[in-house]
């Protein structure tokens, strides 16, 4: 039996290792994991920056990497807590932006401001016990190659963006969207696509 494996099947050494990397109540790892043990789990690619007041919460027990040439801008926050998170190359996720895996960006992505993806959700129907003592769920998010994603914009769990799509500031994302398309609104819906034949961006009816 591995090492990872023996702790997952010990409850209480899985509870002693869980407080060794991040302290109770928290979702920010220990700064000594941050500094000694994250550098040789994620990778992080040539010419790539993360400014320094983004918080980087990235644990080892999940993947995280960021590709060649991409930023992730002041003030947003990064969680691989409970699901990995890739950003691909020439990518740029925006200040403010929240990004809780497990979440895929493709390569030439542009986030604007204070954009909200969170892979998790929290279970609540158990009413006898209160929300943060059920279990979480997740499901992926994916943003393909070359989408923009406008300020303020929600994309919820378990969806997918097809590649050069745009989604307009402030809309809320339930729904996959197909690739070259413009989708906008509460729940966000696609008004225009490209169409291969004619050249043309068109109005969806």
């Avoid at 690619?45 to 590709?67: A, E, M």
Wanted: charged fraction near 15%; proline fraction near 6%.
């Amino acid at each position: 039996m591995s090492i990872i494996q023996t702790i997952k099947s010990n409850p209480a050494l899985k509870k002693f290792v869980h407080w060794c990397l991040i302290p109770k109540y928290q979702a920010r790892p220990r700064l000594w994991v941050k500094w000694f043990i994250n550098p040789f789990f994620h990778k992080k690619g040539k010419g790539s920056v993360i400014c320094r007041r983004t918080r980087v919460d990235v644990l080892p027990f999940q993947p995280f990497t960021l590709g060649n040439f991409s930023t992730v801008e002041d003030f947003a926050t990064i969680n691989n807590g409970v699901g990995a998170v890739h950003i691909g190359n020439n990518s740029r996720v925006g200040i403010g932006n929240v990004i809780i895996g497990p979440v895929t960006v493709g390569n030439n992505v542009i986030f604007a401001q204070n954009i909200v993806m969170s892979g998790l959700n929290h279970v609540y129907t158990d009413v006898t016990l209160p929300i943060d003592l059920q279990p979480v769920i997740t499901a992926q998010i994916t943003i393909e190659d070359d989408c923009w994603i406008g300020a303020n914009a929600v994309i919820t769990a378990g969806v997918t963006i097809g590649k050069h799509s745009v989604i307009a500031g402030g809309a809320v994302v339930t729904k996959n969207i197909p690739p070259f398309s413009v989708a906008v609104g509460n729940p966000a819906k696609v008004i225009k696509q490209y169409n291969a034949t004619s050249g043309q961006w068109e109005k969806v009816s």
